[in-house]
């Protein structure tokens, strides 16, 4: 019998949750429904997932949010499931061939040493959920997820001798970061270039106030309008992160420790250009079905077009995405049920680990409730489960 075989690329929140559902959930409908075998291929360029979420609090204390309490073997999420129906290849995707539909996968660093030739993978179905990345390492996995570890371990010992720090970018991770250094080390003397007119952009200014605020109690500087041009490394056995640092005032300053928190780019550069935005994001040409840019591919998560960004964006997108797919694919009775996308602004940003600002569907909320959801661990407790799936236990 002939498998049809279903090809996640990414495994990262987006990737994770697709395939845990579709392994529990819609490949047991769809072999049911069409009398056939269906295999997931879920191709992840590392072998470890990062809950960059805590970042923030991970780069400034090896104590308070350990390193093994951020990465979890992709592997041990997948134990469960039969060979038949699903494996889990390390390696870069480097191309999509359209026409044959296959995927060209090249080893990275975290490919197993048997497996470190190239491998060419068929798809029938393609769910492209391979996220974005940021300039610095500190907030995304750059191939191995040893060169993140060795960034967040470098930022943690050169802070406690540090006497400057520049932080670049005025958005939640900017502003977290801002706050863990400055309650760690209020000694510090700790700098935040927003880069915009205010702080936190996709919240009402009322809020970018109220953490600017906090920030400023704090002994943190805030200077808008103002973006990094240029960081050359000054390191020396001292200070080994000292950074030299042309602004776009035409300033110059030295810091010890600077830490980027900006550029995002989506993980699209292996896909066919007629696939891409004209800002390289996956076009979805329909948002509500997620359906992709040509027919059998789906986009999920911050690599798609339709994306605002954000878990709580790729979580509710995960079911609408199968039952897209199960409708597709010839489940009787399937239909797409339609992505219905949170518009309203839902932030929580934690300055410090004694709360900070944040709104929930549109309404404001106290600090205490900022601690209660997020400030207090970073949401470190639902790492384990977001790589076993907890979540899609049920349909």
Not at 310 to 336: E, F, Q
Request: proline residues 7%; hydrophobic residues 40%.
């Amino acid at each position: 019998m002939a498998v049809q075989s279903i090809v996640v690329i990414g495994a990262s929140y987006a990737g994770l949750a697709t395939a845990h559902y579709f392994l529990k959930h819609t490949i047991p409908n769809l072999e049911k429904a069409n009398n056939t075998k269906y295999k997931l291929t879920l191709i992840s360029a590392t072998t470890h997932f990062f809950h960059k979420v805590g970042a923030p609090r991970t780069l400034a204390s090896p104590d308070l949010l350990p390193i093994d309490k951020v990465f979890i073997p992709i592997e041990d999420g997948f134990k469960t499931y039969d060979p038949e129906h699903f494996e889990l290849v390390i390696g870069e995707a480097k191309s999509v061939d359209e026409s044959k539909k296959t995927i060209s996968v090249s080893p990275t660093y975290d490919s197993p040493h048997n497996s470190n030739t190239p491998k060419t993978i068929p798809y029938s179905t393609l769910i492209l959920a391979t996220g974005a990345s940021s300039e610095s390492p500190l907030w995304s996995i750059p191939g191995s997820h040893e060169k993140t570890i060795a960034a967040l371990k470098e930022t943690q010992s050169a802070l406690p001798t540090a006497k400057t720090v520049l932080i670049a970018g005025g958005g939640a991770g900017g502003v977290e970061t801002a706050g863990e250094i400055a309650t760690l080390f209020p000694k510090i003397e700790t700098t935040l270039l927003s880069g915009n007119s205010r702080l936190l952009t996709r919240l009402r200014p009322a809020i970018g106030a109220a953490a600017e605020s906090q920030l400023s109690s704090m002994g943190v500087t805030i200077l808008h309008n103002l973006k990094v041009i240029s960081a050359t490394p000054k390191g020396t056995q001292e200070a080994p992160q000292r950074t030299e640092i042309h602004s776009s005032d035409g300033s110059t300053r030295i810091v010890d420790v600077y830490i980027l928190a900006t550029g995002i780019r989506p993980n699209t550069s292996f896909l066919p250009p007629h696939w891409l935005t004209e800002t390289n994001y996956v076009i979805t040409a329909d948002k509500l079905s997620l359906r992709g840019p040509v027919s059998n591919v789906y986009a999920i998560g911050d690599c798609a077009g339709y994306s605002l960004g954000g878990v709580l964006d790729i979580m509710d997108a995960v079911r609408p995405l199968a039952s897209t797919v199960a409708a597709d694919l010839g489940v009787p009775g399937a239909k797409a049920m339609g992505f219905k996308q949170t518009v309203t602004e839902t932030q929580i940003v934690p300055i410090g680990p004694g709360g900070g600002v944040g709104v929930v569907f549109g309404w404001r909320v106290p600090s205490f409730v900022v601690w209660l959801i997020k400030s207090r661990d970073f949401m470190v407790g639902g790492v384990v489960g977001t790589v076993m799936g907890d979540k899609y236990v049920k349909a």
